[in-house]
């Protein structure tokens, strides 16, 4: 047996090798020679501009990240947000006072009246249906909410519930083509003053500010979609999986 065995792997070998020839033989019309595929371009390395000019250690204005509210009157049984009724929140929330002396996005007097008397005039309530995620990553939802303005701008909202009480944890306007839920960021799409170009930018939750705070701000290319209306739908799906978007920019960037 062993005699056989050692022919029957010769012949293998034999086998292999005539196979690989075949195989490099007919590769290329070079004969498997590598051609080249032009000179590749320099690379050029990041040139830092003025280098002697001072570093800037402040933002020239205010973008309204870490403007966080405790939200007076309002009491969260077992930390539920489903149970609050999303127009006594926003009511109580024009009571709150922020953490910072700016940054909220206060909203115009005709707006707040119209909040003021959602229970009288239904009808004209600029309070838009609520939203639920965990975006904080505690384990419980939030509760997301969007405020029509006067002036046509949309304000979107985040409030968290801990300890029994409701916490703003966000607080934006901006004129929004779209709001979208991404796992646990708010993506906002908001138009730009570059012709073809809108703003996008993704609100994410930070452990140590205790907001929810713009970690990705960019300026892209338009998609095809149909263009905004001035007032965004009042009318969402009722429990998004992805629902609609806007970048919360503040005048100062366009």
Same mark, same amino acid.
Request: glycine share 8%; with cysteine.
């Given at each position: 047996m062993?005699?056989?065995r050692?022919?029957?792997?010769?012949?293998? @070998?034999?086998? !292999?090798?005539?196979?690989?020839?075949?195989? %490099?033989? +007919?590769? &290329?019309? /070079?004969?498997?020679r #590598?051609?080249?595929?032009?000179?590749?371009?320099?690379?050029?390395?990041p040139?830092?501009?003025?280098?002697?000019?001072?570093?800037?250690?402040?933002?020239?204005?205010?973008?309204?990240?870490?403007?966080?509210a405790?939200?007076?009157?309002?009491?969260?049984p077992?930390d539920?947000?489903?149970?609050?009724?999303p127009?006594?929140?926003?009511?109580?929330?024009?009571?709150?006072?922020?953490?910072?002396?700016?940054g909220?996005?206060?909203?115009?007097?005709?707006?707040v009246?119209?909040?003021?008397?959602?229970?009288?005039?239904?009808? @004209?309530?600029p !309070?838009?249906?609520?939203?639920?995620?965990? %975006?904080? +990553?505690? &384990?419980? /939802?939030?509760?997301? #909410?969007?405020?029509?303005?006067?002036?046509?701008?949309?304000?979107v909202?985040?409030?968290?519930?801990?300890?029994g009480?409701?916490?703003?944890?966000m607080?934006?306007?901006?004129?929004?083509?779209s709001?979208?839920?991404?796992g646990?960021?708010?993506?906002?799409?908001?138009?730009?003053?570059?012709t073809?170009?809108e703003?996008r930018?993704?609100?994410?939750?930070d452990?140590?500010?205790?907001?929810?705070?713009?970690?990705?701000?960019?300026?892209?290319?338009?998609?095809?979609?149909?263009?905004?209306?001035?007032r965004p739908?009042?009318?969402?799906?009722?429990?998004?999986?992805?629902?609609?978007?806007s970048?919360a920019?503040?005048?100062?960037?366009?």
């Amino acid at each position: 047996m062993r005699p056989q065995r050692r022919v029957t792997r010769r012949a293998t @070998a034999a086998l !292999v090798a005539a196979v690989g020839a075949t195989l %490099l033989a +007919g590769c &290329g019309t /070079d004969g498997g020679r #590598l051609r080249s595929a032009g000179p590749a371009p320099t690379a050029i390395g990041p040139a830092r501009l003025w280098p002697q000019l001072p570093p800037a250690s402040a933002a020239p204005y205010d973008y309204g990240e870490g403007a966080t509210a405790r939200i007076p009157g309002i009491t969260v049984p077992h930390d539920d947000v489903r149970a609050l009724d999303p127009v006594a929140v926003v009511q109580a929330d024009l009571m709150a006072t922020t953490s910072r002396s700016s940054g909220s996005d206060e909203l115009p007097a005709d707006t707040v009246r119209r909040i003021t008397a959602c229970r009288t005039a239904p009808d @004209a309530c600029p !309070v838009l249906q609520p939203y639920y995620r965990d %975006l904080t +990553g505690v &384990g419980r /939802d939030d509760m997301v #909410l969007g405020v029509r303005r006067s002036d046509g701008r949309l304000s979107v909202r985040v409030y968290m519930a801990h300890a029994g009480a409701l916490t703003r944890i966000m607080a934006v306007s901006d004129a929004v083509i779209s709001v979208e839920l991404a796992g646990r960021d708010v993506i906002m799409r908001v138009p730009s003053a570059i012709t073809g170009y809108e703003y996008r930018t993704v609100w994410s939750w930070d452990g140590r500010q205790h907001a929810m705070l713009p970690t990705q701000d960019e300026i892209l290319r338009k998609t095809q979609e149909a263009e905004p209306t001035a007032r965004p739908s009042a009318e969402p799906s009722p429990e998004p999986t992805a629902t609609s978007p806007s970048p919360a920019v503040s005048e100062g960037r366009r």
